[in-house]
């Protein structure tokens, strides 16, 4: 999963989306004559756009992306945006080009290509496209804005609504499944490019991965999880009657599952706690290329107070439990400070099956709940008793804010693949892949990147659906005050 961004005359947003990748980071910018200026590399937002690689991306437009490593390789040439040169139909600046040919390519890639995506694309001198898969698997909006030094609008695309809120963005609008969007000087063309197909967004992005003040397709995240927090609560009520326990203390774990256990908390009447103190430098585990990396962050992330834990039976409240990793080693530092007992309960059901729309859930047997009931996995993280809420409690907590909506992308839960295409020699073929990708992350580690800044090979694809270009280069331009009007890439980073 990766955070996406097209702007039209703005610049800012990028670090907005940091959490939905942090792997790599670029962006690509539209100048003078079609020239289009890059600083992409392996890194977070802050450490890769400095200030002086910041201004010299010059342009009145351009596209972000913020990496979550799938089953792409460790090289920095990987990291988005990519850029490809004539023939290759991506820049089309030495080509008469019209909408409609535009609308007419994307109709036929959807024809071929099944997954799930949301993708930007910039044409140099003309200008940003945005398009969605037919299910709506992955989200995308855009929004507008009054220039202010025009007497027409700037325009934003992004994965998340977040992003138009803290850039002065009004009118987000979801971008439709299967439908295209091209903003250009002149206006917005809009065109539905697929076949009705079955709109089925993905709920992890509800449960885990989206900010809590963004809103997808019509669903307040914020609220969802406050609402997974409430239906939760009866589910833990049931299960503690059932086995005659009862807790004394609420405590999340940070920072996803705050909005839902406070809530959980307020319903069964029960105190609710900060027990752990989050070192804010860490990034997010989940997304941490590795087992052992997760593993070995976890404790560097989260600090367990004692005075919160010592003696007494706590709730530990958690967004999901996937390869347990950071589940076990929270119940441990939980134990560790005195707790009597460690209860969890999880607002998503047990994770079983593989995800294949770009979440890092790599192999079934890496997940803690394939092939194990509730109390197996309880034993396997150390914890007293597992709670999980139900699938279908799950799916009423989203929908109820949206009912238009009549189906989400459950798969990891269940196995079913609302595109269809996905047998088990898909998946073995998949886990061996995204298994060699994170034994070449272990053994070559951030420092022996190559292709820094775009170098290296160029491979051609979007949302980490990669394509490689058959070693094709872009033309470099060594100088911004050039007069060469090719169009051509100039890169950024630490020049």
Known sequence: MCGILGLLLDDQGLSLLQHR?????????????????????????????????????????????????????????????????????????????????????????????????????????????????PNGIRPIGMAHRKSTTTNGQDYLFASESVVADASGFSEWQDVRPGEAIIATRTGVSRRQCSKPATFAPDIFEYVYFSRPDSVLDGISVYRSRMAMGDILADEVKRVLEEKNMTVDVVIPVPDTSRVAALNLAQKLQLPYREGFIKNRYVGRTFIMPGQQMRKRNVRRK?????????????????DSIV????????????????????????????????????????????????????????????????????????ITSVRGLNKTIEQFDCSVFTGKYVTGGVDEAYLQNLEGL??????????????????????????????????????????????????????????????
């Open 323 to 394: 390869r347990g990793t950071t589940s076990k080693e929270i119940v441990q530092m939980a134990k560790d400070v005195g707790a009597k007992k460690v209860l969890v309960a999880s607002c998503a059901p047990p994770i079983r099956y593989s995800n294949v729309y770009g979440i890092d859930m790599p192999s079934r047997s890496e997940l803690v709940a394939h092939n194990r009931t509730t109390e197996e996995i309880a034993t396997e993280i150390g914890a007293d008793l597992v709670i999980f809420q139900t699938l279908d409690d799950l």
């Open 302 to 318: 989260l600090n367990a107070m004692a005075l919160e834990f010592a003696g007494k039976n706590v709730l530990l409240v958690d």
């Open 434 to 495: 995204r298994a060699d990708n994170t034994r070449g992350k272990l053994r070559g580690g951030l420092e022996h990147m190559e292709g820094k800044g775009g170098g290296g090979v160029v491979p051609n694809g979007v949302n980490g659906h990669t394509m490689h270009s058959g070693g094709h280069q872009p033309k470099r331009v060594n100088s911004m005050s050039s007069n060469d009007e090719t169009v051509g890439l100039h890169n950024t980073f630490r020049t």
């Open 21 to 133: 990748g942090q792997d790599a980071c670029g962006i690509v910018t539209c100048g003078p004559k079609g020239r289009f200026f890059q600083c992409k590399a392996n890194g977070m937002v802050r450490d890769v756009f400095d200030p002086s690689s910041i201004d010299k991306l010059v342009g009145w437009m351009g596209v972000g992306h913020v990496r979550y490593p799938t089953a792409g390789s460790f090289n920095n040439a990987e990291a988005q945006p990519f850029y490809v040169n004539s023939p290759y139909g991506i820049v089309f600046a030495h080509f008469r080009i019209n909408e409609e040919d535009i609308f007419n390519a994307i109709k036929g890639m959807m024809q071929q290509v099944k997954g799930a995506y949301a993708c930007v694309a910039m044409l140099a001198g003309f200008g940003i496209i945005a398009f969605r898969d």
